[in-house]
């Protein structure tokens, strides 16, 4: 069972480059989110979507685009990569039956700008 | 708005020792209520979950947590540490009603650290 997905697991930019996180889920879950994670900070939320076409902002979002053409992938861009960007970044996902079902996590993506 | 206080940034407790991992929750409502666990390297996994069924949950690996509305708490305990247990541990919270729980809040997190 692949669960959530994310790719790549290590990513090095420099300040204004752009890339794009991805991640998939085979579980055809509704819901899906981004988190950053930083020390002493705990994982904070980007962006979410509750299905195809749906996506709205969670505490952190600016700087970051998301869109969700399937149920199944749910890509996070940086469009202009700054320093204050290095985290690692988890992608999630749980059914779309209520916010008492689990996340499932993927393993993070760790991303450093210089 | 909900939010979640973990107190202790590192938590070390001998094998076999209790253990014992603190949070607290403001919320305008009953809220459901969270334990995740992050080994190394690894992204999280649920330990536990509260959805006002039963105030005592029972999580996997010997974990439970009790929900207390009086002192807004919901700490984490296991009778026996093992070595294996040593991980972050992340309490978190969402609002039940319609639409809130799209927006998951996570504590700061507790490193346990288990020694012989």
């Known amino acids: 069972n692949a669960g959530v997905t994310q790719t790549p697991k290590f990513q090095v930019l420099k300040t204004g480059q752009s890339m794009t996180l991805q991640c998939a889920q085979d579980?055809?879950?509704?819901?899906m989110s981004w988190y950053r994670q930083d020390p002493g900070m705990g994982l904070r939320l980007i962006h979410y979507s509750v299905g195809a076409g749906i996506t709205d902002q969670g505490e952190v979002p600016n700087g970051y685009n998301v869109s969700r053409s399937t149920t199944e992938d749910f890509p996070l861009r940086l469009l202009s990569a700054a320093p204050s960007q290095t985290s690692v970044y988890f992608c999630a996902s749980r059914t779309g039956q209520g916010g008492n079902s689990p996340l499932h996590f993927g393993n993070g993506t760790r991303l450093t700008v210089t | 708005a909900q939010s979640v206080t973990q107190l202790g940034s590192h938590v070390s407790v001998s094998e076999g020792a209790l253990v014992l991992l603190r949070c607290n929750y403001s919320s305008s409502v009953p809220p459901y209520l969270f334990w995740y666990v992050q080994y190394p390297n690894q992204g999280l996994q649920l330990l536990l979950k509260?959805?006002?069924?039963?105030?005592l949950v029972k999580g996997i690996n010997g974990f439970e947590a009790e929900f207390k509305k009086s002192e807004t708490s919901f700490h984490l305990t296991k009778p026996s540490a093992h070595m294996s247990d040593a991980a972050e541990y992340f309490c978190a919270v969402s609002d039940p009603r319609a639409g809130g729980g799209n927006k998951l809040t996570f504590g700061t997190g507790t490193q346990l650290k288990v020694e012989l």
């Open positions: 509260y959805t006002s069924a039963a105030t």
């Open positions: 579980m055809n879950h509704e819901y």
